[in-house]
């Protein structure tokens, strides 16, 4: 697809509420969706993966086109995200892992050398050939809903591939990103291009938005994240700007990384609940919508205390000139569906114009 694919006139979810918000036009309500709403809390999720690995599931067409639907059937979100992982990409391309149930990616043998490099080699839209057929099929489904595409960063995609798997410290790919700077700097360089590719392979087959998740930059100071992060996702955003679809960018724990966020490129950023969103728009900087901000513990409450909550969210972010409504990071997994279901009823409801 073109820019011109993604037209109004081309594009029947392109008036929807969730675009038009991301371009910071006026809405009928505020639109929300969840991180994580594919998978993760649903029964008929459990039940569709039962005996399938996860990245056996990721190259199935009609898996991943079923769970993408589940959410949206169910709670009626304002658009639906593309049912894969982070590291699909890289699977792609030939690198040694695996996602463990319960812990998640692990890597076979973790990228420290420069000679590792040689294992990341350019993304080929014929490398993921069943994201381009799930694209066609779910747009077909959804109609006037959008889809979201998206894709790991550059420095959450290194974190796994430099600790071997999931870590709370970072360390060795701190030690890399401090010890090695030319090394660090041309991982980022080559994890940014397959990234840019896969992100492309979503937005031509159909996709109507795409998100960056830089889910562990909070680990980051603002002065290490600009020089040594910033300029890789910058250069994703940038690849990916000529096709006029909104692009999401965000990641937890970022409060500190917002100004700088906001420069990267994105036209819509996200903030977890540490921030409030009023705040967080004015860290942003203006031109860039935002997207957030319930502390997804909070869906673990009674449902008083959830639309409290979901109210001072929709408060701190009345007056902003786009709002996205969505948690401040993933669906935890063991949410009670329902009050996923009723919490968007509640964002809708008190949104209406
Ligand atoms: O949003 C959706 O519903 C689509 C599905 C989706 C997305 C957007 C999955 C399915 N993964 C992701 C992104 C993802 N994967 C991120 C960024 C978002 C975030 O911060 O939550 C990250 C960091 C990962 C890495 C990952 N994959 C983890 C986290 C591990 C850690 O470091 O703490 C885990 C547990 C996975 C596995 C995974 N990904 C998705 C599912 C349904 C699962 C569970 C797989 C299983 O065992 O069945």
């Not at 999720?45 to 996860?54: A, D, K, L, S």
């Not at 009626?76 to 040694?96: C, H, N, Q, W």
């Not at 980022?188 to 031509?204: G, H, N, P, S, W």
Request: charged residues 25%.
């Amino acid at each position: 697809m073109t820019a011109d694919d993604h037209s109004p006139a081309q594009n029947p979810a392109a008036d929807s509420a969730f675009l038009r918000a991301c371009r910071r036009e006026p809405v009928p309500h505020t639109p929300v969706w969840f991180m994580r709403q594919a998978g993760r809390s649903l029964p008929e999720y459990r039940r569709v993966r039962e005996g399938i690995g996860m990245l056996d599931s990721c190259m199935r067409p009609d898996l991943v086109t079923e769970i993408t639907l589940q959410p949206v059937r169910r709670h009626r979100v304002d658009a639906a995200i593309y049912f894969s992982d982070i590291v699909v990409p890289l699977k792609a391309i030939g690198v040694d892992l695996d996602i463990k149930p319960g812990v998640g990616p692990v890597v076979g043998r973790p990228f420290r050398t420069r000679e590792d490099l040689e294992r990341l080699r350019p993304l080929e839209p014929d490398d993921v050939a069943y994201v381009t057929e799930a694209v066609g099929m779910l747009t077909g489904e959804l109609g006037a809903t959008p889809l979201i595409g998206f894709a790991g960063a550059p420095f959450t995609l290194a974190s796994y591939l430099v600790e071997g798997g999931p870590s709370r410290n970072h360390e060795h790919t701190k030690a890399m990103m401090y010890g090695a700077p030319e090394l660090w700097a041309d991982l980022l360089d080559r994890l940014a291009d397959i990234t840019a590719a896969f992100l492309k392979v979503q937005v031509e087959a159909g996709a109507s938005a795409v998100q960056l998740f830089d889910s562990w930059a909070g680990a980051l100071a603002p002065e290490d994240y600009r020089r040594s992060v910033l300029p890789a996702s910058a250069k994703v955003f940038g690849a990916v700007a000529g096709y006029g679809v909104p692009r999401i960018h965000f990641g937890v724990g970022t409060g500190e990384l917002l100004g700088a966020m906001g420069e990267a490129g994105a036209d819509v950023v996200g903030a977890d609940w540490r921030v409030p969103l009023d705040e967080a728009a004015r860290r942003i900087g203006p031109g860039r919508a935002v997207q957030g901000n319930l502390d997804p513990a909070v869906l673990f409450a009674p449902r008083e205390a959830v639309e409290a909550q979901a109210l001072r969210v929709l408060e701190a972010a009345r007056g902003l000139p786009g709002h996205v409504f969505n948690l401040g990071h993933g669906v935890l997994p063991d949410t009670d569906p329902d009050a996923l279901t009723r919490l968007v009823e509640f964002v809708h409801e008190r949104t209406v114009r």
